[in-house]
């Protein structure tokens, strides 16, 4: 299966003075942060903004810009989880359902990453030996089942974004990566298929 790019690029967002009026140290804390991101300074941006969540979890820029971060550490089940809190937040942001997809997108490629040859005789983690062959089926198909999931719930998050978005420019770089990632998606269903097939599933 091929490994496709996580798409795009997220965007670190403003925290609104409305958001947190009584809570300056927040504003602070995000601006700084996206000084570190802007270094690549992920850890450094991540301590700050971990901070603001915990002065104050109902600002919703704080929780999205969090998961920004993480998402460029490529920490992405963090990332889902701080969208999730996200979109309750405010459910009619785009930018988090966009964020969400990539997220969940990252998560499902990290797996794919999983996923070894059915004749490869050896690896780094093993010296060398032998795989055993049905234990890789198995962990094969387990890697491409959730992968498979994730990549579901990707495309799900894009198509929302694309309902509330007011940008339609990019609607038809979003549409053409949907339509990339449902391809993907029927691959690893065939190739849990095959797998299951040649017995991966009874290892």
């Keep these: 299966m091929k490994k496709l790019l996580v798409f795009l690029a997220v965007l670190f967002v403003s925290v609104m003075s409305s958001a947190c009026i009584n809570n300056f140290a927040i504003q602070e804390l995000n601006t700084k942060a996206k000084e570190y991101l802007d270094k ?9 903004l971990e901070s603001s969540v915990d002065l104050d979890g109902t600002v919703f820029e704080a929780r ?5 971060a993480y998402t460029h550490k490529e920490e992405f089940q963090k990332a889902v989880d701080q969208l999730n809190e996200a979109v309750r937040l405010n459910p009619k942001n785009p930018d988090a359902y966009y964020t969400l997809g990539v997220a969940f997108e ?14 490869m005789q050896g690896d780094a983690e093993n010296d060398g030996e032998p795989l055993d062959e049905a234990k890789q089926a198995a962990e094969n198909l ?11 719930e990707a495309i799900k998050a894009y198509k929302k974004y694309l309902d509330i978005s007011e940008n339609k ?8 990566h949907i339509k990339e990632l449902e391809a993907e998606k029927e691959e690893c269903y065939k ?10 599933e009874g290892a």
């Design 40 to 48: 690549g300074d992920y850890d450094e941006a991540i301590k700050r």
């Design 64 to 68: 999205y810009n969090l998961a920004v």
């Design 106 to 119: 990252g998560l499902a490629y990290k797996k794919l990453e999983n996923i070894k040859d059915d004749n």
């Design 142 to 152: 387990e890697s491409a089942t959730f992968a498979a999931s994730k990549l579901d």
């Design 169 to 176: 420019e990019d609607t038809d770089a979003v549409n053409e």
């Design 191 to 200: 190739y849990m298929q095959k797998t299951s097939d040649t017995g991966g």
